[in-house]
């Protein structure tokens, strides 16, 4: 492949619809949320946006709040539009947690959108997307 048919490929997967998620992720996320809205804010999920390799993807969430006993963050769940399973990790954080933020490194299948989302201690849910692409992927099961 040469360096225009590269670079074209990349357009016609960067004109994809942007924050389109699938009616599974979807379902993910409402089962996650108890049926509660998500509205988009507080949460900054941070990925690199061109993966090289899906083995090991980092992802960082952080999440605005005071990490006080009146108001905390209770959880935090990455979910994502293409893999096998569209649950990727969940942690548990109370106001000891110090900082709403946790970091980890995941298994992505192939270019997809991933979706961070926070349980705040006043039972609200915010979330943040992002778009990764994945040059070589993984979890092809």
Known sequence: MNRRDALFSLGAVVV???HATSSEME???RGYADGRPVTRGKVKL???PLVENGNAVPITVTVDSPMSAAAHVTGIAVFNDRNPQRDVVRFTLTPRSG????STRIRLATSQQLVAVA???DGTYWSDAVDVL???AACLE
Do not use: F, K
């Open 16 to 18: 994809l619809p942007a």
């Open 119 to 121: 349980r705040l201690s």
């Open 46 to 48: 941070d990925v690199p």
């Open 134 to 136: 994945v040059t070589l």
């Open 99 to 102: 900082r709403a933020q946790v």
């Open 27 to 29: 379902a993910a996320i």
